[in-house]
């Protein structure tokens, strides 16, 4: 059970990492969101899921 625990918690931490990964790439230097509309939906997505894995992670440390 605790390889499963750790495995997921490696997996989500892999998944953080790509995803500010791919903000990071897309937003540029000068951290202005791109003019073309799919990427930005795209970038808005990621930063969505990049939070739900940190809110679930959270979540499951302090819950009752």
């Known amino acids: 059970m ?7 918690y490696f997996q989500k931490i892999a998944e953080l990492d790509d995803k500010v990964d791919f ?3 897309n937003i540029g230097d000068k951290g ?3 003019k073309d509309r799919i990427l ?3 970038i808005y997505k ?4 990049l939070i739900d ?12």
């Open 2 to 8: 605790k390889i499963n625990r750790k495995q997921r």
């Open 23 to 25: 903000i990071g790439e």
């Open 32 to 34: 202005k969101f791109p």
């Open 40 to 42: 930005r939906k795209v």
């Open 46 to 49: 990621e930063f969505q899921e």
């Open 53 to 64: 894995i940190i809110n679930t992670k959270y979540e499951s440390n302090y819950s009752l």
